[in-house]
């Protein structure tokens, strides 16, 4: 493992640009479920109750008391040494973009920049009649949250299943893996698509490509380097002795 970890530092080390997707899994040592495996919300939950346009417009109350249920969590935890030590790379390497599935804002709180939320953000919230965002950090919005400025219903500014991702926040993401020379891929089960397909771009745009993860994804064989082991231990070993 120290081996790979240097050798990957060492890739890290001669890149121009540098793209990191991640994935529920870098949130896990805050505390904040992730969403697949065997303590995963989608084992207690059906998706397509809760996380799909349908959900919402049959039962905006459910949709909502899952999104609070989630605020409120996500409100009592902090961002890890692995978050961290992303911010710290950002200042190592001359370009860096930091994409990411996670809508828990927990990048942000640890000092990301360069950041693209391609999923949005539990904290913003979204007019489904006028469609202006704002942030609400409250962490519950009670169930039927209206609009301050023309009192239509708010939804969470998030993508749910059967949703287009905003498609200059996708360009950019296609267009940072497609022009990184190396690629990190922490915490996630690349199952969910586009995500799961920028590391692809990444690959066959000449990148190195490694993953970060507990145990092997789909992803796991076109890999340079498959780390396996904690986010908040291996990631922050990327950025120590730099030199
Ligand atoms: P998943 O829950 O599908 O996957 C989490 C991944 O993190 C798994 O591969 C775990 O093995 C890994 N993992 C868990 N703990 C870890 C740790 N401490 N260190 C490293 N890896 C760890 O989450 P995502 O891949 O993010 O979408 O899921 C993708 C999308 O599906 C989410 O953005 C969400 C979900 O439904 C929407 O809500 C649109």
Redesign the pocket.
């Known amino acids: 493992m120290e081996e790979k970890i240097k050798a990957l530092r060492d890739a890290l080390k001669k890149a121009d640009q540098v793209a990191v997707l991640t994935?529920?899994?870098?949130s896990?040592?805050s505390g904040v479920p992730?969403?697949?495996?065997d303590e995963?919300i989608?084992k207690s939950y059906r998706?397509t109750d809760l996380?799909t346009p349908e959900a919402f417009a049959r039962d905006p109350e459910l949709v909502w008391r899952f999104y609070n249920w989630r605020r409120e969590l996500i409100s009592k935890v902090t961002y890890n040494l692995a978050h961290k030590a992303l911010v710290e790379l950002k200042g190592l390497v001359p370009g860096f973009t930091l994409i990411t599935?996670?809508?828990d804002g927990l990048h942000l709180l640890s000092g990301s920049q360069n950041l693209l939320e391609i999923?949005g953000n539990l904290w913003k919230v979204r007019c489904t009649k006028c469609q202006k965002i704002t942030l609400d950090r409250s962490p519950d919005l009670r169930t039927s949250p209206k609009c301050k400025f023309c009192g239509g219903l708010l939804r969470p500014h998030?993508?749910?299943?059967g949703e287009a991702l905003d498609p200059a926040i996708l360009n950019k993401s296609v267009d940072a893996s497609r022009t990184s020379q190396v690629m990190l891929v922490?915490?996630?089960?690349?199952?969910?698509q586009p995500?799961a397909s920028l590391a692809l771009e990444a690959k066959s745009g000449g990148a190195v490509v490694a993953e970060?993860?507990?145990?092997s994804?789909p992803h796991s064989h076109f890999m340079d380097f498959s780390l396996l082991?904690?986010?908040?231990e291996i990631v922050p070993k990327l950025v120590e002795a730099w030199g």
Do not use: C, D, P, Y
């Not at 994935?23 to 870098?26: E, F, K, M, V």
């Not at 992730?34 to 495996?37: D, E, H, L, S, W």
């Not at 922490?186 to 969910?192: F, K, Q």
């Not at 082991?229 to 908040?232: D, L, N, P, Q, V």
């Open positions: 994935g529920a899994g870098i896990a040592e992730t969403f697949r495996g995963g989608w998706a996380a599935q996670n809508v999923h998030v993508v749910w299943f922490i915490g996630t089960s690349a199952v969910v995500a970060i993860n507990l145990e994804t082991g904690k986010a908040g």
